[in-house]
């Protein structure tokens, strides 16, 4: 479907619980093609499940999410392994697989979803190593990298099958302050370089303001507001502020609710 009459994932009024525990709730997002949006949220705000919900790995418990026009939940499963090759992601922890190099880590996806020779494989490999500033440390294995490297890793991994759209869950996480701010300058070269969009995850204040083009807050698994960099920072809700600020939150206990908890064992 043309992306002229779709935005490139369109989440529509959807709630999601685990267990009891209403996770999400009545959530509604587009991302443009071609954008970064940023997911920002405190521990427990709902950030990981909306993106095992934009990945497919989680269906949502009302409520739909669309690629292109396409409801990524009820598709059929030739049409849902299409579209995850249109995906990249690249987990918190880079994720590589320890008894492989990191080479043929990135080569993987290449192996598994092309028809592509094996030098062609090659070629590409190093090509987005080069990119990521890894040249040379594909014979290396996993253990053999700084946190960074791991990270970069794990990138070149994501982007290196040049998917429309990358999902990255908590970039800096783990990271010193100047590696962290070289990985956001990494993921704005990519951007331009590939003409790719990208969804980032994170907590990190700084990392969003610097790479965002938008930026979603949630809270308790609510949208609090969606927009650019300068509404963010003029929003007016305590919560925004409160994270903005790193504020800690107030928590307000219910007498009744913590009673039950301790006698019943009920939420």
């Known amino acids: 479907m043309s992306e002229q009459k779709h935005p490139l994932i369109d989440i529509r009024g959807v ?6 525990h209403h996770v999400l709730k009545d959530i509604n997002l587009t991302i443009k093609t071609g954008e970064i949006m ?25 409520g739909e999410v669309l690629f292109s026009g396409l409801n990524i939940h009820t598709a059929k499963r030739k049409e849902l392994l ?24 990135i080569k993987l996806p290449l192996r598994q979803h092309t028809d592509l020779d ?32 791991l990270k970069r890793a794990g ?16 970039p800096s996480a783990g990271l010193d302050p100047v590696t962290s701010v070289e990985l956001d300058q990494l993921i704005l070269k990519l951007r331009q370089a590939k003409n790719i969009t990208v969804v980032v995850v994170t907590h990190e204040l700084e990392s969003a303001f610097t790479i965002a083009d938008r930026i979603t807050v949630l809270f308790d698994g609510e949208i609090v507001v969606t927009g650019t960099v300068d509404e963010i920072r003029a929003c007016k809700d305590e919560r925004v502020i409160n994270l903005i600020n790193r504020s800690p939150r107030e928590v307000q206990v219910d007498a009744e609710k913590y009673l039950a908890r301790l006698t019943q064992g009920s939420l």
């Open 15 to 20: 709630n999601s619980y685990y267990g009891t």
């Open 38 to 62: 940023v997911i920002m949220g405190g521990s427990g705000s709902g950030k990981s499940t909306l993106l095992r919900n934009m990945l497919g790995l989680k269906t949502p418990t009302s």
């Open 82 to 105: 299409q579209l995850r090759r249109k995906m990249g992601v690249a987990f918190q922890g880079g994720a590589l697989l320890t008894s492989l190099s990191v080479g043929d880590n």
């Open 118 to 149: 094996e030098n062609t494989i090659s070629i590409m490999m190093r090509l987005e190593l080069e990119m990521m500033d890894l040249a040379g440390f594909e014979d290396l294995m996993p253990s053999e990298l700084s946190g960074g490297m």
């Open 155 to 170: 990138l070149a991994r994501a982007v290196v099958t040049d998917p429309r759209i990358l999902f990255f869950d908590e």
